[in-house]
């Protein structure tokens, strides 16, 4: 199995900045993809941004410009750099990583517990 242990979440003005990380531990034998997802009160979990193992990036139109993905491969650590938070980026942060055990095995999804972002304005 997989552990992800998200931290970095907190309670920020508007026009402050967060930076969440991610760090992936257990059965690992590489990791491919890496995102962060967030869910706001009432509304579906939606991808924020996603990068893969060779730092290719895609961000949601709502955070372009605004919101960094990085990752260290070395220490299997996903990062998300927030920087002029509006109130609208409130939401509960989760850290999704494909991953796979064995060099044999198929990639799989694994998920973090979340953590939360308030932005107040």
């Known amino acids: 199995q997989v552990q992800l242990v998200e931290s970095g979440g907190g309670s920020v003005q508007a026009g402050g900045s967060l930076r969440l990380s991610c760090v992936a531990s257990?059965?690992?034998?590489?990791?491919?993809?890496m995102a962060w997802y967030r869910q706001a009160p009432g509304e579906q979990r939606e991808l924020v941004a996603s990068?893969?193992?060779?730092?290719?990036?895609n961000y949601a139109d709502s955070v372009k410009g605004r919101f960094t993905i990085s990752r260290d491969n070395a220490k299997n650590t996903l990062y998300l750099q927030m920087n002029s938070l509006k109130p609208e980026d409130t939401a509960v942060y989760y850290c999704?990583?494909?991953?796979?055990?064995?060099?044999?095995?198929?990639?799989?999804?694994?998920w973090g517990q979340g953590t939360q972002v308030t932005v107040s304005s």
């Open positions: 990068i893969t193992s060779g730092g290719n990036t």
């Open positions: 257990g059965s690992i034998f590489s990791i491919n993809a």
């Open positions: 999704k990583v494909d991953s796979k055990r064995r060099w044999y095995e198929s990639y799989h999804d694994f």
